[in-house]
């Protein structure tokens, strides 16, 4: 068993706290978000020897709820924030690289329409110009094509006034397992993470930052933990972290809630993602996955709790409106909807804009006790981001006579999973992974699907399928289920059942009958594993129903 995996299971919560508790860390990082997990990877490989804390589950914020692309953002070239759209647009082929089990390259359309926000002239440009800026590669520079074209690639397009399309390369990822995947990388090389650890009250050695309390929201026990320099990754929390700091000034968040519907493939069969125009002058996305159609997203004021966004009726309607303009022929309504999710857009505030015009770009703020803030950006951006702030924790590190710390690394370095060989290797590796999933009893299409998911981890994932027939059988699991629940629990610290079904499968947005069919027997096999009391497991369960009654709510009012 590799030390990733052994480190890194929800049985060692309580002992990695206890361990932290007593040292002094050199980078504490709080929130384990893509943010974090960026931030944790980019120092780890540095030689920082970091700690990160999470209060709920790793991606459980924003990080789980986002369009789940990884994009240069033709959105924010409307804006005309032409150094975003050439930085992100670049490091969507460095994310793809390093991970290409949790990223795809995504074909997607653009059509245009009489009367529309972009025609065939402006989308030309702009095609051109994302092309130029983000550096695509030749074979996927963009193409335009006529009615028919657009037609032949998305039938279900409203046909009325279509005037053509514009056709380019996106990538597809899955947010919460590219988190997970960052942070597995760090784990593997030295780092401390820790979900449902929250930061209580930060410590102070005079005026300057030293440590915080953490308090353990499973075990319910507090840890004082010490560090060097600790940064703010809370995304809707940063003013939050930045109140406790008593640094909250001058420039602050704006939550804004963004929402996504799934719908089955068979009742919303999109063949195609598209990019597309929505009645409001905004614009939206339908992503086929799965077996599945989503789309998103909303963008709308927030000031609820932001732990707990959630789908509306009004998002409901919104959304339900835009998709029946684009694809009239499908007349999709609200008990079509299977599954849902919101999730709120860290934005910084800028004053007498509207939710869609205020930018996406990050920002770093130190405050007088040395605590450093990073709010704004996207999934995209997040290995850039996390150079940044690691380059200026080594500036802080210098200026206190501590030793600087040499470049970043993280540009060739795959997160966990990624030693495939690359995106060019992926193909073939995930082929000569199946004989090892059939050998260890799972059948040839699970064996495929696992290798697809787990990447260069696939491995381990099979060697528990191999010893996990007894457990399988005696819980009623499907074996390939019973592997990846084990896996999730004792490699990827899955605590709960949402935890798993959430962000370690993806599967109560992308297979919700699944998760009904499986739940109770993935609930009782994680009550081993994890030792549960008839209590615990009880107050698990009800969360979980409570979470599937909500991906569907406003859709059943
Ligand atoms: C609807 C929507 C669609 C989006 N689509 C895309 C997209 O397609 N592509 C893209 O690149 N970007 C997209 N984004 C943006 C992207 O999702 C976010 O920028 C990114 O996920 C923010 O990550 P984060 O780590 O900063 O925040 P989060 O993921 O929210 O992480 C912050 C974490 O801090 C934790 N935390 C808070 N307080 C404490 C505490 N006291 N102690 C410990 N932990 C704490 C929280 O629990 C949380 O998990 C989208 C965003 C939204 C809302």
Same mark, same amino acid.
């Given at each position: 068993?590799?030390?990733?995996?052994?480190?890194?299971?929800?049985?060692?919560?309580?002992?990695?706290?206890?361990?932290?508790?007593?040292?002094?860390?050199?980078?504490?990082?709080?929130?384990?978000?893509?943010?974090?997990?960026?931030?944790?990877?980019?120092?780890?490989?540095?030689?920082?020897?970091?700690?990160?804390?999470?209060?709920?589950?790793?991606?459980?914020?924003?990080?789980?709820?986002?369009?789940?692309?990884?994009?240069?953002?033709?959105?924010?070239?409307?804006?005309?924030?032409?150094?975003?759209?050439?930085?992100?647009?670049?490091?969507?082929?460095?994310?793809?690289?390093?991970?290409?089990?949790?990223?795809?390259?995504?074909?997607?359309?653009?059509?245009?329409?009489?009367?529309?926000?972009?025609?065939?002239?402006?989308?030309?440009?702009?095609?051109?110009?994302?092309?130029?800026?983000?550096?695509?590669?030749?074979?996927?520079?963009?193409? %335009?094509?006529?009615?028919? &074209?657009?037609?032949?690639?998305?039938?279900? *397009?409203? /046909? =009325?006034?279509?005037? $053509? !399309?514009? #056709?380019?390369?996106?990538?597809?990822?899955?947010?919460?397992?590219?988190?997970?995947?960052?942070?597995?990388?760090?784990?593997?090389?030295?780092?401390?993470?820790?979900?449902?650890?929250?930061? %209580?009250?930060?410590?102070? &050695?005079?005026?300057?930052?030293?440590?915080? *309390?953490? /308090? =353990?929201?499973?075990? $319910? !026990?507090? #840890?004082?933990?010490?560090?060097?320099?600790?940064?703010?990754?809370?995304?809707?929390?940063?003013?939050?972290?930045?109140?406790?700091?008593?640094?909250?000034?001058?420039?602050?968040?704006?939550?804004?809630?963004?929402?996504?519907?799934?719908?089955?493939?068979?009742?919303?069969?999109? /063949?195609?993602?598209?990019?597309?125009?929505?009645?409001?002058?905004?614009?939206?996305?339908?992503?086929?996955?799965?077996?599945?159609?989503?789309?998103?997203?909303?963008?709308?004021?927030?000031?609820?709790?932001?732990?707990?966004?959630?789908?509306?009726?009004?998002?409901?309607?919104?959304?339900?409106?835009?998709?029946?303009?684009?694809?009239?022929?499908?007349?999709?309504?609200?008990?079509?909807?299977?599954?849902?999710?919101?999730?709120?857009?860290?934005?910084?505030?800028?004053?007498?804009?509207?939710?869609?015009?205020?930018?996406?770009?990050?920002?770093?703020?130190?405050?007088?006790?040395?605590?450093?803030?990073?709010?704004?950006?996207?999934?995209?951006?997040?290995?850039?981001?996390?150079?940044?702030?690691?380059?200026?924790?080594?500036?802080?590190?210098?200026?206190?006579?501590?030793?600087?710390?040499?470049?970043?690394?993280?540009?060739?370095?795959?997160?966990?999973?990624?030693?495939?060989?690359?995106?060019?290797?992926?193909?073939?590796?995930?082929?000569?992974?199946?004989?090892?999933?059939?050998?260890?009893?799972?059948?040839?299409?699970?064996?495929?699907?696992?290798?697809?998911?787990?990447?260069?981890?696939?491995?381990?994932?099979?060697?528990?399928?191999?010893?996990?027939?007894?457990?399988?059988?005696?819980?009623?699991?499907?074996?390939?289920?019973?592997?990846?629940?084990?896996?999730?629990?004792?490699?990827?610290?899955?605590?709960?059942?949402?935890?798993?079904?959430?962000?370690?499968?993806?599967?109560?947005?992308?297979?919700?009958?699944?998760?009904?069919?499986?739940?109770?027997?993935?609930?009782?096999?994680?009550?081993?594993?994890?030792?549960?009391?008839?209590?615990?497991?009880?107050?698990?369960?009800?969360?979980?129903?409570?979470?599937?009654?909500?991906?569907?709510?406003?859709?059943?009012?």
């Amino acid at each position: 068993m590799g030390k990733t995996e052994r480190d890194w299971s929800a049985l060692e919560r309580e002992r990695m706290l206890r361990s932290l508790a007593g040292e002094t860390v050199d980078l504490l990082v709080i929130g384990g978000g893509i943010t974090g997990a960026g931030i944790a990877l980019d120092a780890a490989s540095r030689g920082l020897r970091t700690a990160l804390v999470e209060m709920q589950d790793f991606a459980a914020g924003t990080s789980s709820r986002s369009t789940k692309l990884i994009h240069g953002g033709l959105r924010d070239l409307k804006q005309l924030e032409f150094k975003v759209v050439a930085e992100t647009g670049r490091e969507r082929a460095v994310v793809y690289e390093n991970g290409p089990h949790v990223t795809t390259p995504e074909w997607m359309l653009l059509p245009f329409y009489a009367g529309g926000q972009l025609g065939p002239v402006t989308s030309r440009l702009g095609l051109t110009m994302y092309d130029a800026l983000a550096r695509v590669k030749k074979s996927e520079w963009h193409k %335009m094509l006529d009615p028919d &074209e657009t037609l032949a690639r998305e039938p279900l *397009l409203r /046909r =009325d006034g279509l005037k $053509g !399309g514009g #056709y380019y390369v996106e990538y597809r990822t899955d947010d919460a397992r590219l988190t997970l995947e960052v942070l597995k990388r760090a784990v593997s090389i030295g780092a401390t993470a820790v979900n449902y650890a929250a930061v %209580m009250e930060l410590r102070y &050695e005079g005026a300057r930052i030293c440590g915080a *309390l953490v /308090r =353990d929201r499973i075990g $319910g !026990g507090e #840890y004082e933990l010490r560090a060097r320099h600790i940064v703010n990754a809370t995304g809707p929390w940063v003013d939050g972290i930045r109140e406790l700091d008593r640094s909250k000034q001058g420039k602050t968040l704006r939550l804004t809630k963004g929402v996504h519907l799934v719908f089955d493939g068979a009742r919303f069969p999109l /063949r195609q993602a598209v990019y597309f125009d929505t009645p409001d002058g905004r614009m939206a996305f339908a992503i086929p996955r799965e077996g599945k159609t989503y789309i998103g997203t909303t963008d709308t004021v927030y000031a609820g709790d932001p732990a707990h966004p959630r789908m509306e009726a009004d998002d409901l309607r919104y959304l339900l409106d835009a998709a029946n303009q684009m694809f009239p022929s499908l007349n999709l309504g609200p008990g079509d909807v299977e599954s849902s999710w919101a999730g709120l857009r860290p934005l910084i505030g800028q004053p007498g804009k509207n939710p869609s015009e205020i930018s996406r770009k990050d920002e770093i703020f130190v405050s007088p006790s040395g605590l450093v803030s990073i709010a704004g950006g996207k999934l995209t951006g997040y290995r850039k981001m996390a150079e940044r702030i690691v380059n200026l924790v080594s500036r802080l590190r210098a200026a206190e006579g501590l030793a600087a710390l040499p470049a970043s690394r993280t540009k060739t370095l795959p997160v966990s999973g990624g030693d495939v060989g690359g995106s060019a290797g992926f193909e073939a590796y995930v082929r000569g992974q199946i004989g090892a999933g059939t050998q260890a009893g799972l059948g040839a299409d699970e064996a495929e699907r696992l290798a697809r998911r787990y990447g260069s981890n696939a491995p381990r994932v099979f060697a528990l399928a191999g010893e996990s027939g007894e457990f399988a059988a005696r819980h009623g699991l499907p074996l390939a289920l019973a592997a990846e629940l084990r896996y999730a629990v004792l490699a990827e610290m899955a605590a709960t059942p949402a935890d798993f079904w959430i962000r370690r499968t993806g599967r109560l947005y992308f297979d919700r009958p699944g998760v009904l069919r499986w739940k109770d027997a993935a609930g009782a096999a994680m009550a081993e594993l994890l030792g549960w009391t008839a209590e615990e497991r009880g107050g698990h369960d009800r969360e979980l129903e409570r979470l599937l009654a909500e991906a569907v709510a406003a859709a059943q009012t």
